[in-house]
């Protein structure tokens, strides 16, 4: 059984930083590529990252360039988002989920990351 | 990286279809045929339900089907159900390892 259980999530004031990971068991992670997807209290989906299979791609949601960077230990059947200089709009849940066929077929449960004073 | 537009509502009584819009451009949803579909209840994580415009991954029930037209992608659910009420996202590939979600569409059955 796929599974994606993300950690990391907790209260931040407004430009601090915070790591999410999320681990992954039931599949051959470094087969397939990976995003991260968050969703603001009452609101949308909205696409934050991609990651390719082996690492050496990634891209970014215009809101997070340059603040956030998403990595991957394939060894440690892991994915990371590193956040910095967190704003009060960043506050959402935070997904990861699982690449294939061009959409996203298996999803965590997801970690909130509060960004207040 | 502009949402996709998606009624925010739409509604059904059990055993009608209903269909439900995503509209982008030619960057987004005209431009690929990688448009999903995801349905997700309360406090729950989502589920994909429609990859590839119009296919179904196993366990889907095929009462849902997905198609598109230009830069319009659409998702009908057939006979609703009770379970069928959820919100409803669209997505799809803006080029470049790039994705773009739509604002979700609450669907009621009533």
């Known amino acids: 059984e796929v599974q994606l259980v993300e950690s990391g999530g907790g209260l931040v004031q407004p430009g601090g930083s915070l790591r999410l990971s999320c681990a992954a068991s039931g599949f051959t992670f470094r087969t397939y590529w990976m995003r991260w997807v968050r969703q603001a209290p009452g609101e949308g989906l909205v696409w934050v990252s991609h990651?390719?299979?082996?690492?050496?791609?990634?891209t970014y949601a215009d809101s997070v360039r340059g603040r956030f960077t998403i990595s991957r230990d394939n060894a440690k059947n892991t994915l990371y988002l590193q956040m910095n200089s967190l704003r009060v709009e960043d506050t959402a849940v935070y997904y990861c989920?699982?690449?294939?066929?061009?959409?996203?077929?298996?999803w965590g449960q997801g970690t909130l990351v509060t960004v207040s004073s | 990286q502009s949402a996709l537009t998606q009624p925010p509502s739409a509604s059904g009584s059990p055993g009608q279809s209903v269909a439900i819009s995503c509209t982008g451009t030619s960057g987004d949803v005209g431009g690929y045929n990688y448009v999903s579909w995801y349905q997700q209840h309360p406090g729950k994580a989502p589920k994909l339900m429609i990859y590839?415009?119009?296919k179904r991954p196993s366990g889907v029930p095929d009462r849902f089907s997905g198609s598109k037209s230009g830069n319009t992608a659409s998702l009908t659910v057939s006979g609703l159900q009770a379970e069928d009420e959820a919100d409803y996202y669209c997505?799809?590939?803006?080029?470049?390892?790039?994705?773009?979600f739509g604002g979700g569409t609450k669907l009621t059955v009533l």
């Open positions: 590839e415009v119009s």
């Open positions: 990651i390719n299979d082996d690492g050496s791609r990634t």
């Open positions: 989920a699982r690449g294939n066929y061009r959409a996203l077929d298996s």
């Open positions: 997505s799809s590939d803006a080029g470049s390892d790039t994705w773009v």
